[in-house]
């Protein structure tokens, strides 16, 4: 049967055990890098995340990470068209509209000004197509939540506003 010195040095060593659990600590390892180099086959890999809050109060948090060898020997050719279909300044222009808040077609007609109906619903199946636009019923798209990070990433690796960078 336990004294009650016991049942104090006990609690006493339960107090301090949590009170080093619960203590604040300075990251260490914890960068994209340094998990790379850790934890990615061979130490060789490529990774992006992000965490945002978007107008509307929708969140998105996603992360990817890829072996930097598949990366290296995949046939590119594939992901021609998703590509292609940032490679359009009014596609771009929709794009960074529908995630500001203008998903409805007609709204993004006028936030696009010059052009046709036509034309519109031209670059939206394109956008469509490729997956980095999605019709959540006729007339209104959003951008799915596993690319809203990807097309940041690509806007940023371009060089895009705010990245530090200057334009690709």
């Known amino acids: 049967m336990e004294t009650s010195a016991d049942l104090v040095e006990r609690l006493a060593a339960l107090e301090a055990r949590v009170e080093r659990l619960e203590a604040p600590r300075p990251v260490t390892g914890g960068t994209v890098l340094d998990r790379l180099r850790t934890e990615a086959p ?4 490529v990774a992006f995340a992000g965490s945002l809050a978007l ?3 929708r969140r998105v ?3 990817m990470g890829h072996p930097a060898g598949g ?3 995949a046939d590119w050719s594939d992901i021609a068209p998703a590509l292609a279909a940032l490679g359009h300044p009014v596609r771009l222009r929709l794009l960074n509209a529908v995630l500001a808040g203008t998903r409805e077609t007609a709204a993004l007609a006028r936030t696009l000004g ?3 109906t036509g034309q519109l619903h031209h670059h939206l199946r394109e956008l469509t197509a490729t997956g980095w636009l999605r019709a959540e019923r006729r007339g209104c798209y959003d951008v799915p939540a596993d690319r809203v990070v990807p097309l ?3 806007i940023a690796a371009a060089g895009g506003p705010q990245t530090g960078r200057e334009g690709a």
Do not use: F, H, I, Y
Not at 42 to 45: D, F, K, L, N, Q
């Open 42 to 45: 061979e130490g060789s890999g």
């Open 55 to 57: 107008p509307g109060g």
């Open 61 to 63: 948090e996603w992360q």
């Open 71 to 73: 990366l290296l020997d």
């Open 114 to 116: 010059d052009g046709t």
């Open 152 to 154: 940041l990433v690509a």
